[in-house]
């Protein structure tokens, strides 16, 4: 028996898992806390997920909220050129993440992120992992929170602001937030299935390729009242290119989320997967790229953290895209808080020793408890940080973690192991691995400092 099959995550009856939640969780950049391969699906992959069904779950996983950042990132690298080349050089090391973990996968016979890990590196670094999982999402939930006070501004000041000029206290943001949060997000988050939300996935796709679509078209054709800041063409110093990493790494991050869509497939087997990830962020990369550029070159220097946030209140299809990605990040959000709320329940368990709870007063208790604390925790954050940039530059370096460091260190585990003679290629797997992990540790202290240091400890007088 594998490790997946006695995990504590892997136990569906009691941590409420549904194949919708599963399908929901990897349409959301979010840490799947199960795999859809059932114990008695092993030997009947019929029902599996073909190829392209594959890809479409790995592009879906990656998109998400965080484009809204990538104009901005690519002002901070120093222009287009800066910003095209370091998501080009990313590529290569994002696609082999995502084979290394399937491969690992195969080898440890597990079909989660954090119990792959587990599995080849040991329990530190499983619980490392757990933990790292649990602030990523934790982080992302604030982001959204973040988004929907954003776009919500935007959208009552077209509204109330062509009746009178006056500030109300019903269009503060933090009114705002608090009272969508109370009043949808917290009674979406306490359930314990989240399968009900199956549908919403449909309306994130439309919602995310809408905006990207609408930010292309106001760049060919930009409203006559909105005039683009200084363009730069290259970079003060070689160092404002990382400035970007956080929100490339965030914004690509499917990594947690592609150990059961590989599980979940037909034939899951190294060659076709390798065909579904490249062909996945290809994809990504043109989405984000025409994003970047289009949003970038539309406002320059000027362009927000948030690119919807440099466009007139009163354009339209503008404001058509903020509804979509209120509702993209208000239906998100409890599905975030569902996997980093099962993590945190698995460490619990473990540190308890106990098995999954079967006393369902007890259980409902906890969930809501660890609910209610998790959600004001992030309301009190969102309502104090003044934009989603800043969460992204923290979290972007977490990241890396999950594209960079967990599978290098993996495939250098899973080679050490083997006992065949050590050959070039094995050298230069090895080799390979110790790279991805120098990278992903650079890439995580390099943002992490940097992001403390500018948005903590340099800014202390923020609003």
Same mark, same amino acid.
């Given at each position: 028996m594998s490790r997946a099959d006695r995990s504590i995550n892997s136990e569906t009856e009691g941590l409420g898992y549904s194949e919708d939640a599963g399908e929901r969780a990897w349409l959301l950049q979010s840490p799947s806390v199960d795999s859809v391969q059932l114990p008695n699906q092993s030997d009947d992959r019929r029902g599996g997920t073909t190829s392209l069904g594959a890809?479409?779950?790995?592009?879906? /996983? #990656? !998109?998400?909220?965080?484009?809204?950042?990538?104009?901005? /990132?690519? $002002?901070? /690298?120093g222009g287009v050129t800066a910003g095209v080349a370091l998501q080009m050089c990313m590529m290569v090391f994002i696609i082999s993440g995502l084979v290394i973990l399937a491969y690992c996968s195969q080898v440890s016979n597990e079909t989660t992120y954090q119990e792959v890990i587990r599995a080849v590196c040991g329990k530190v670094l499983g619980v490392i992992c757990e933990l790292a999982i649990a602030v990523y999402t934790f982080g992302t939930c604030i982001a959204f929170l973040i988004i929907i006070g954003d776009q919500l501004d935007k959208l009552l000041t077209a509204v109330f602001g062509a009746m009178d000029q006056e500030v109300h206290w019903y269009t503060d943001r933090k009114f705002t937030i608090s009272l969508t949060s109370l009043l949808i997000i917290l009674p979406l988050s306490i359930p314990k299935e989240i399968g009900f939300q199956k549908y919403a996935s449909t309306l994130s796709v439309i919602g995310t390729w809408y905006v990207t679509i609408i930010i292309i078209v106001k760049y060919f054709w930009p409203d006559k009242d909105v005039s683009p800041g200084l363009i730069p063409v290259r970079p003060a110093s070689w160092t404002d290119v990382f400035n970007a990493m956080p929100t490339i790494c965030f914004g690509f991050q499917c990594h947690v989320s592609s150990v059961p869509v590989f599980n979940s497939m037909k034939k899951p087997e190294i060659r076709p997967w390798w065909a579904v990830v490249t062909a996945s962020i290809i994809i990504c990369l043109f989405v984000y790229t025409g994003t970047g550029v289009c949003g970038f070159l539309s406002f320059g220097s000027t362009v927000s953290q948030d690119v919807l946030m440099s466009y007139p209140s009163n354009d339209v299809p503008v404001a058509i895209a903020r509804a979509f990605i209120i509702i993209c990040v208000v239906t998100s959000y409890p599905i975030l808080h569902f996997c980093g709320r099962a993590v945190l329940e698995g460490l619990w368990l473990r540190f308890k020793g106990e098995e999954v709870e079967t006393d369902v007063a007890k259980e409902r208790r906890r969930r809501i408890l660890q609910t209610i604390i998790w959600f004001c925790l992030t309301l009190i954050l969102a309502l104090f940080i003044p934009d989603i940039g800043r969460v992204i530059s923290l979290i972007g370096g977490l990241a890396a973690c999950f594209i960079f460091v967990?599978? =290098?260190?993996?495939?250098?585990?899973?080679? !050490?192991?083997?006992? +065949?003679?050590?050959? #070039?290629?094995?050298?230069?797997?090895?080799?390979? =691995?110790?790279?991805?992990?120098?990278? =992903?540790?650079?890439?995580? =202290?390099?943002?992490?400092?940097?992001?403390?240091?500018? +948005?903590?400890? $340099?800014?202390?007088?923020?609003?």
């Open positions: 890809v479409f779950i790995v592009v879906n /996983a #990656a !998109l998400g909220a965080g484009l809204l950042n990538f104009p901005a /990132a690519f $002002n901070m /690298a967990f599978p =290098g260190l993996c495939l250098i585990q899973a080679k !050490l192991s083997e006992h +065949d003679v050590r050959s #070039a290629s094995w050298h230069g797997m090895v080799a390979f =691995g110790v790279v991805m992990v120098t990278i =992903g540790a650079f890439i995580f =202290g390099q943002t992490t400092t940097n992001a403390i240091y500018k +948005d903590i400890i $340099n800014h202390p007088g923020s609003q």
